[in-house]
């Protein structure tokens, strides 16, 4: 299996940005990709973008766009998510995520949380208006 561990987060104000470092042990010689998610409270777990392992392609979602960058550091086996502009709605537990090529999921979207095959524990980031 794959272990993630995310940091980085933090009370921010807003207009600011943060960079979320998402680390990862194990089989990653076995990742195919990393995804980033957040869960506002009260709120689903929301795709907040993806990296390819080996080609660092990154997918984002419409919210984010413009916003989000996902870049990886593979000599580090690290993942990164630099957030700008934050703004108070951008609060949440941010979690990264990884599906391996030897997936037994069924999913067949990067969108949905039960395409990923190991999750970190989610770092919390608070924006200040």
């Known amino acids: 299996q794959v272990q993630l561990v995310e940091s980085g987060g933090g009370l921010v104000q807003a207009g600011g940005s943060l960079r979320l470092s998402c680390a990862a042990s194990?089989?990653?010689?076995?990742?195919?990709?990393v995804g980033w998610f957040r869960q506002a409270p009260g709120k689903e777990r929301e795709f907040a973008g993806l990296?390819?392992?080996?080609?660092?392609?990154?997918y984002y979602p419409h919210s984010v766009k413009g916003r989000f960058t996902i870049s990886i550091d593979n000599a580090k086996n690290t993942v990164f998510l630099q957030i700008y502009s934050l703004t108070p709605q951008d609060t949440a537990v941010y979690f990264c995520?990884?599906?391996?090529?030897?997936?037994?999921?069924?999913?067949?979207?990067?969108?949905?949380?039960?395409?990923?095959?190991?999750w970190g524990q989610g770092t919390q980031v608070t924006v200040s208006s």
């Open positions: 995520a990884a599906r391996l090529f030897d997936s037994v999921s069924k999913s067949d979207s990067y969108y949905y949380t039960d395409w990923y095959d190991a």
């Open positions: 194990g089989r990653t010689g076995s990742t195919y990709a």
């Open positions: 990296i390819s392992w080996s080609s660092g392609n990154t």
